[in-house]
């Protein structure tokens, strides 16, 4: 989520976690609902240092965010843990689920930056996108072309 919104997201809602339970209330149209979940999440997430949240829940969450509130309020989800990536712990980024994400949330930084005019940030995170996965495997190479256009 959100590359891939599958149904089965709705049976995995049952009140345990505020981000499955928000992109649930998303999929069936209940934004008061996703809302709700989403500032429950903000709330747990505010005692953690920013360098040890997960890109793998991050990223979804900001792109919910977008959808409810706004680029602005999506960037700044994104923001303190994209702007402390070098004082992360390395095992965050061990798996190919959390990479691949963390790579992902940076494509999606580059394109809020974009949608809110500012052409600094979308080249900073565009030229990362294209950095990691310039050669990356073909089905995701409209996102690099489309990155590298952006880091211009």
């Known amino acids: ?28 149209g209940d934004t008061v609902s996703a809302r709700s979940q989403l500032r429950q ?5 505010a005692r953690n240092s920013p360098a040890d949240l997960t890109v793998d829940q991050l990223y979804p969450q900001a792109w919910l965010v977008a959808v409810l509130e706004g680029p602005d309020s999506a ?13 992360s712990p390395p095992s965050l980024y061990t798996e190919a689920f959390r990479a691949g994400t963390l790579v992902r949330a940076m494509a999606f930084r580059a394109d809020l930056a974009e949608r809110m005019g500012d052409r600094p940030a979308a080249r900073k995170w565009a ?26």
């Open 75 to 87: 960037a700044a989800t994104l923001n303190p843990t994209l702007d402390v990536l070098a004082r």
């Open 127 to 152: 030229a990362a996108v294209v950095a990691l996965w310039s050669d990356a495997d073909d089905f995701l190479q409209p996102l690099v072309k489309r990155m590298a256009a952006l880091a211009r």
């Open 41 to 45: 999440l903000r709330a747990s997430g």
């Open 1 to 28: 989520f959100p590359e891939h919104q599958l149904p089965s997201v709705s049976a995995l809602a049952d009140g345990t976690s505020p981000l499955i339970d928000a992109d649930a209330a998303f999929l069936r």
